[in-house]
């Protein structure tokens, strides 16, 4: 925080019939009013839809002022808020409990909603969006997952932006595919209501903002009123730069990811038992390392076969990256652009993938081949990276091409200027239709 900034910490008890609150508050320069509504802490942006969500926030802070308001789902996410207060005006946190969230959708499997918003209700959350909609003068309010666009729609007469990401229902239908019952039938109701949900949504947004070409299409062949435009994501080229660190003596190949995450869990199961034995079988040494925080038991089970090593959480990815020959991202479930192939890529590490992988790399320009390794079939999935294991130059020629696609495709400050540009063209079109008042106009009549 700079000198010319000031911040005030207000933590007044709610009511205790409400889910605990932590908010700060700071002043801010001039700019578009801008309310931001998450359905995590953007912060440590560790993570995929914290990343995103942490250099949106970053960005748009520069010209603009944020009021965030955030739901925690971890008590220690309450606490770790106070950072953003270097990009935001406002930022207050909502607690929510996961076994309330649970609770609430398996409830409202009853109903007609889609259980990923029961999970993601908070009284406390919807009742300070109003308090705020009310008292302050918001130029547009920004929604981030579609979890959060019933929030965004307490707020009258503003236009509202929602950054879908991906298209949700269509990963649903995913997971309902790789299930067994009773999870099978469950994902495949979630999958059809959320897909009418996001469909009903998108109609009532000024924009939907959506982190591939082939997410935006895939919304706009179920809804083709919807609003929709791309804003990829991006990588940090400095933080993900190739170490100075020498490569493992071994043939070496790494994931990394939160292993608990269902669609990690599949990719990694399946690839450890039915693609890593046959590069076992030419390659006698070499390794698998499965990297990443709080490994499910099935995750944790793989590191019984030989040549997997299951690490848990780690400080910091980079040290594996560097040591590694080429990392592996054979996920079978997926949807939208994974940050962490973007991060492989960017520390000049030879990447092997899935189709679905592959297909979220669209707006890169890559080739398979030529740029990384991409198959669903086990075999061909083994081939190609029995080819990178035996070929140190074309290992290298292969990072050193998708690094240079990487770097013109997906910066974070090229792709979010298209994000700024896509939060003032709704304000400026909403104005067209329905004049604001000014500013000081709304001071006054608060």
């Known amino acids: ?44 942006p560790n993570k995929g839809d914290k990343l995103r969500a942490f250099h949106q926030i970053r960005a748009l802070s520069k010209r603009h002022r944020i009021d965030l308001l955030t739901l925690a789902d971890q008590a220690e996410d309450m606490e770790r808020t106070k950072p953003l207060l270097q990009w935001c005006e406002r930022v207050e946190a909502f607690r929510i409990h996961r076994s309330a969230g649970y609770l609430r959708s398996a409830l409202g499997a009853l109903s007609r909603r889609p259980l990923s918003l029961a999970f993601f209700e908070s009284g406390a959350l919807a009742r300070r969006v109003a308090e705020l909609a009310a008292a302050e003068h918001y130029d547009v309010v920004l929604a981030y997952s579609s979890s959060m666009a019933p929030y965004a729609e307490l707020v009258p007469d503003v236009p509202k932006v929602l950054d879908m990401g991906d298209v949700d229902s269509a990963k649903w239908v995913q997971y309902a ?82 292993m608990d995450y269902f669609a990690n869990v599949d990719g990694v199961t399946w690839f450890a038992r039915q693609v890593f034995p046959g590069l076992r079988a030419r390659f006698p040494d070499v390794e698998f390392l499965i990297v990443g925080r709080n490994p499910a038991p099935a995750v944790r089970a793989l590191a019984d076969l030989p040549g997997v090593t299951v690490t848990g959480t780690v400080g910091d990815v980079r040290p594996f990256l560097a040591r590694s020959w080429v990392f592996v991202a054979p996920l079978r479930i ?113």
């Open 177 to 258: 595919r790789f299930s067994s019952f009773p999870k099978r039938q469950i994902y495949a109701l979630e999958a059809r209501r959320l897909a009418a949900y996001e469909a009903e949504v998108s109609r009532r947004m000024a924009r939907v903002v959506l982190v591939t070409s082939q997410e935006t299409a895939l919304l706009q062949k179920a809804v083709p009123e919807a609003p929709a435009v791309t804003v990829p994501n991006g990588v940090d080229f400095e933080f993900f730069r190739p170490l100075e660190l020498p490569r493992a003596e071994v043939p070496t190949l790494v994931f990394t990811g939160q």
């Open 334 to 446: 997926a949807q939208g652009v994974q940050n962490k192939v973007l991060e492989a890529m960017a520390s000049e590490l030879p990447v092997a993938c899935t189709g679905r992988v592959f297909a979220g790399l669209g707006d890169g320009g890559f080739r398979p081949d030529e740029d990384l390794v991409a198959a669903d079939d086990p075999a061909a999935l083994r081939d190609g990276i029995a080819r990178l294991l035996g070929d140190a130059d074309l290992r290298r020629a292969t990072a050193e091409r998708a690094r240079r696609k990487l770097a013109a495709a997906f910066t974070w400050d090229h792709n979010l200027e298209s994000m700024e540009r896509v939060l003032t063209d709704a304000v400026h079109a909403d104005r067209q239709v329905r004049p604001r008042p000014s500013r000081a106009e709304g001071v006054q009549s608060a």
């Open 1 to 44: 925080m700079s000198d010319n900034e000031t911040s005030t910490i207000d933590e007044a008890l709610p009511p205790a019939s409400a889910p605990a609150t932590l908010s700060f508050r700071r002043s801010e320069p001039e700019g578009l009013r801008i309310l931001y509504l998450c359905h995590r802490t953007p912060f440590p």
